[in-house]
């Protein structure tokens, strides 16, 4: 602790830690008001035009995720000055994991889609820095790549749906669109698919699971932190934020509850055959967020409240866990449960946070996640298929209390078996403090659930959830039921694989060892993504301005005339007969520049016709009253002509004969642009002229920019930060040109030997 505070500075050490907690203490004091009915609300406009707001609001599902987030932020930033003791890099790692939190209550807090999904992108970014933080090694850095590439393709699909249900909904007030629900719209099947993929790649849903259990590459306290309360709960929180309008359709009902139901049962599975302890539980996580989804894909007051409980009971007691697990790992130097035992006598109070949070986590009485396993039982037999929410639950929860034997019996209960790498010792009390903490509070609101009931899990169901469903009672005795006897199923279940957790580890390994998975072909899929990349950059960018020209002008004529001879959209032979003579002449004036440029072996030559092309550009634009832009046209052009010319005195002649050449393939290309461009001009020349936007501009330019030259008004005022960014791009152009030219010796003014000629 010493150390961290040492090398790193108070600031980097305890601020972050304060602030959390002031955060913490804020959202306990809006608990009263949320729990009465209200939603504290502010917004500020941030683009109106379209609808688009930037405010939090604070219902029952925004304050219970706000609660756990800031709450538990506090207490693993605490727990992290002691882990990272002595970390050169500590103040990097406090300010990457306070801008993680920050980012995650903008998430809950968001009352408009947009601003919810910026946020989202912030969590995804600053989980990438806290997975990759020892980027030394190259497992964390594609671990860190694996996580950012995976959930941020969901976000760019979620981000379609967003876009999807502001139009639907002519808004993206969250409330306001929740209100009005979405389920009878005809986009509703496509706006379902595109949140479902966004939440089942932030939540990790089977098939895109892979990348969070190797998420743990990351320090236990990243690990504590973002697998129980915050970034792996972002898809769920998605779910359940958009729960009242999407919620209550058949493609709902079997999409949540078999994706969830499906990660629930694989989690628990895999967690089974795992011997490191940090990623048993990384497994755990899947199958809790598995269960949540499960439950989220019901409607009835017992399902949700079921979630809601579940919800505060997983956050406690993952929490806790990982921050042992990294204690255990901190004082020992291993995380492996065949070298690990004898903890008890060395480490009592570790093995007392362990003990209390695991027997949450396997559900038994009096603990909080009894009662949420008991309520989630009891929804079961509400669902529209009992058995097969209830089987899925049973199973997953029998799997549930055998991990949570290795994680907490094991390490502690069992005899030593042998030397560790570390001689095992209590950690500092920075680092007990948080797992203590959040285990209590598992055994403190399983005694006394009335707090959780009134504060947290109501208003979650009547604010946020389901405005008409009933919450169930929250108690530890419901009397002997369905869920008391599944319970005990359970129990007895689980202590039986534990008892057998050799065997079952040695079956497990036998049976899913052999599954494809997605991780397995990632190595792969990221090799040809760039081998991909290099054939392409080869292909585009093989160092020919030539290719890149005739590249980007053959898509231009195929995109043009492909799209005007599909839409049947070519124009009706012009009427020439307002053409007079001067037209011609500048025509052919233009032309006749044009056929010199193109023929001529002399590059000078060409620069010099391409001069008279533009002037006689220049001209067509004074003939129809445009001097503004002729003038314009003239200095481009000139200085276009003198920069180009001073260049190409250092290049070689086309043709050392200067005879003129003819390639035809370039001349058919620029025939088919310019006769393309040609078309498309005639096309809209021949549409009625839309005057909208210059009565706009006639009628605003006076009074609203006090200018009477309605070109200049547009440039400078209405247009100002485009003209100013144009005026940038010329500056560094011009200035690039003068260093250019600045600091090369024209070719006449050095002899062979360098010296002055």
């Not at 990438?128 to 941020?152: C, M």
Request: charged fraction near 10%; glycine fraction near 10%; aromatic fraction near 10%.
């Amino acid at each position: 602790m010493a150390g961290a505070q040492g090398r790193n500075g108070i600031v980097a050490g305890w601020l972050p830690v304060a602030i959390a907690a002031a955060l913490f203490a804020f959202f306990v004091s809006l608990a009263p008001e949320v729990a009465a009915g209200r939603a504290p609300a502010v917004s500020w406009d941030w683009l109106p035009s379209l609808g688009i707001a930037f405010g939090f609001r604070v219902d029952g599902l925004a304050l219970t995720f706000a609660l756990l987030i800031s709450g538990i932020g506090a207490l693993v930033l605490l727990y992290s000055n002691a882990y990272l003791a002595g970390h050169p890099q500590y103040a990097r790692f406090a300010l990457f994991l306070t801008s993680f939190m920050l980012a995650m209550l903008g998430l809950v807090l968001a009352a408009d889609l947009i601003a919810l999904f910026v946020f989202w992108e912030l969590t995804t970014i600053t989980s990438y820095l806290l997975i990759g933080f020892i980027h030394e090694d190259p497992k964390s850095r594609r671990n860190a790549l694996q996580a950012l590439f995976v959930t941020g393709g969901g976000a760019l699909a979620m981000l379609a749906g967003f876009i999807l249900i502001g139009m639907a909904a002519g808004t993206f007030d969250i409330a306001a669109i929740n209100a009005a629900g979405l389920q009878a719209h005809p986009w509703y099947g496509a706006i379902l698919v595109l949140m479902l993929i966004g939440a089942f790649t932030k939540s990790a849903q089977v098939p895109l699971h892979f990348w969070l259990p190797n998420a743990m590459a990351a320090p236990t306290p990243v690990s504590a932190f973002l697998h129980s309360a915050t970034m792996v709960k972002g898809g769920v929180y998605l779910l359940a934020r958009l729960h009242p309008s999407l919620s209550g359709t058949e493609a709902w009902l079997w999409s949540l509850t078999l994706f969830g139901g499906a990660t629930a049962v694989f989690a628990s599975l895999q967690a089974m055959r795992q011997t490191d302890l940090k990623q048993a539980l990384a497994y755990t996580t899947l199958m809790a967020l598995g269960t949540l989804v499960l439950l989220l894909g019901q409607s009835t007051g017992y399902a949700l409240t079921a979630f809601a409980a579940f919800l505060v009971v997983h956050s406690l007691y993952k929490a806790a866990l990982f921050l042992v697990v990294g204690c255990v790992d901190h004082e020992t130097g291993t995380r492996q449960v065949g070298v690990l035992g004898g903890l008890l006598r060395p480490m009592p109070a570790t093995a007392l946070a362990a003990a209390l949070a695991a027997l949450s986590m396997a559900g038994i009485p009096p603990l909080l996640g009894f009662i949420a396993k008991e309520i989630a039982y009891a929804s079961a037999a509400q669902s529209f298929a009992p058995l097969l929410v209830a089987a899925t639950l049973l199973a997953a929860n029998v799997l549930m209390v055998a991990v949570a034997g290795v994680v907490a019996i094991g390490p502690f209960w069992q005899r030593a078996r042998g030397p560790l790498p570390k001689a095992p010792h209590e950690a500092p009390w920075a680092m007990l403090a948080g797992p203590l903490l959040l285990a209590a509070l598992g055994l403190g609101l399983g005694l006394l659930p009335g707090p959780v009931q009134t504060y947290l899990v109501d208003p979650v169901v009547l604010g946020a959830l389901g405005p008409g469903a009933v919450p169930a009672e929250l108690k530890l005795w419901a009397g002997v039921n369905l869920a008391l006897v599944l319970s005990g199923v359970t129990l007895a279940l689980g202590i039986a694989v534990w008892l057998a957790r050799g065997a079952a580890r040695r079956a497990l390994e036998r049976a899913l060892g052999a599954l494809p998975s997605l991780d397995a072909g990632w190595d792969g899929f990221m090799d040809g993504l760039k081998a991909f990349a290099v054939w392409q950059t080869r292909i585009i960018q093989g160092g020919r301005l030539r290719v890149y020209m005739a590249t980007m002008f053959v898509v231009v004529a195929a995109a043009v005339g492909g799209s005007m001879l599909l839409r049947g959209a070519l124009p009706a032979w012009p009427d020439l007969s307002d053409v007079t003579p001067q037209n011609v002449v500048l025509l052919g004036l233009i032309g006749a520049g044009s056929v010199l440029a193109a023929f001529t072996g002399s590059r000078i030559l060409a620069m010099a016709a391409l001069g008279v092309t533009g002037i006689g550009v220049a001209m067509t634009f004074i003939v129809f009253s445009a001097p503004d832009v002729a003038i314009t046209q003239l200095l481009v052009e000139t200085l276009i002509v003198v920069l180009v010319a001073v260049a190409l005195l250092r290049l070689p002649q086309l043709d050392p004969t200067g005879r003129p050449s003819f390639r035809p393939w370039d001349a058919a290309l620029a025939a088919a642009v310019g006769i393309g461009t040609t078309l498309v001009l005639l096309a809209v020349l021949q549409q009625p002229l839309d005057l909208s936007l210059t009565a706009f501009f006639e009628a605003a330019s006076y009074p609203e920019a006090f200018g009477r030259n309605i070109v200049n008004v547009i440039l400078v005022d209405f247009r100002a930060l485009d003209t100013f960014g144009e005026i940038a791009v010329v500056v560094i152009a011009a200035l690039s040109s003068y260093a250019l030219l600045r600091t090369t010796a024209p070719v006449w003014g050095r002899g062979p030997g360098g010296t002055r000629r």
